[in-house]
């Protein structure tokens, strides 16, 4: 156990002893193992936009255990998926890496400007599965966020309770939210400050623009010059929104990207910013397994350090 991975488990004294075994499995797997750094392979996409624009792009990407093979051969931390895909390959892979069972999920069939997603897993699948943790996702400025918040509440204590971490991913959107505005640095870390009052061990968001959306927040973020100007600087902004970086906060690979420098800078500026790691899903699974170990292999070299 290195000092920087006993260090972050110790912001989580609240907790029991298995949320903290748990938490150490994510935080000692993979190629960044000790570094108190993630980077963890999700591939919920075939649920929320579909299977073609999933994976036909790389047709391997169809079949569940490419992903866990994926994740593994890549050295991640860990990887999340809904129940079906971890059903497929949580058996053939036991024990190979730590995984995180995401307990709901929102299709696009039926798109609105307020989304609510369904439930689709328990912490029971997740007991059964072998996972080391649940993902839950919150929409803030939804109609319906309210019942999402009572909803990752209770997750929340029921997976703590039976020692798995919980990881929310905290995605502003909704009716009162401007396009532009889902990903303004206001949004992103009142969202990152939700997820960790609702009890994240874990949080997830998306990388923040220079945008500012709320006119109240404005003024406060000018008034106290607080730095937006580069990606590093709103990164630490965000991570300080999680009580004072005292909550692991990862951020999201997002859409896929032509330049894989795009990418790699925006990982250079998470590392710099202070954020804990990435958490990379349609940039690497659509791409052929070789291209995409190749990136993964970068990233978290970046984030050892043995990559500048």
Excluded at 66 to 95: D, R
Excluded at 129 to 155: D, N, W
Excluded at 218 to 239: C, F, G, M, N, W
Aim: hydrophobic share 40%.
């Amino acid at each position: 156990m290195t000092n920087r991975v006993r260090e972050i488990l110790s912001w989580y004294g609240a907790d029991n002893a298995g949320v903290k075994t748990n938490l150490a499995r994510i935080l000692n797997h993979g190629a960044l193992k000790g570094t108190g750094k993630c980077l963890i392979l999700p591939v919920d996409q075939g649920f929320e936009h579909g299977p073609a624009r999933s994976f036909a792009v790389n047709p391997p990407g169809y079949d569940p255990r490419y992903h866990f093979e994926l994740a593994i051969e890549a050295g991640c931390n860990a990887h999340a998926a809904p129940l079906g895909f971890l059903e497929t390959g949580a058996a053939e892979f036991a024990g190979e890496i730590p995984l995180i069972l995401k307990l709901n999920n929102h299709d696009v069939l039926h798109e609105d400007k307020d989304p609510a997603p369904a439930v689709t897993g328990s912490v029971r699948d997740a007991l059964r599965l072998g996972c080391v943790a649940v993902g839950f996702t919150i929409y803030p400025g939804s109609a319906h966020c309210k019942g999402m918040y009572e909803q990752a509440r209770e997750i929340g204590e029921e997976a703590k309770r039976h020692g798995l971490a919980f990881v929310i991913w905290s995605y502003p959107r909704g009716g009162q939210i401007s396009k532009e505005g889902e990903t303004a640095l206001d949004v992103v870390a009142y969202a990152a400050q939700i997820a960790a009052q609702l009890g994240a061990h874990i949080i997830k968001v998306k990388l923040p623009t220079d945008h500012l959306e709320q006119a109240a927040a404005k003024k406060v973020y000018e008034s106290q010059q607080v730095p937006i100007k580069t990606l590093a600087d709103r990164v630490r902004h965000v991570v300080q929104s999680a009580f004072d970086g005292r909550r692991i906060v990862i951020f999201s690979g997002g859409a896929t990207k032509e330049d894989d420098n795009a990418l790699l800078e925006e990982v250079r500026a998470i590392r710099d910013g202070g954020g804990f790691g990435s958490i990379i899903g349609r940039n690497s699974f659509q791409r052929k397994k070789a291209d995409a170990l190749k990136l993964l292999r970068t990233i978290t070299g970046i984030y050892a350090g043995t990559i500048t």
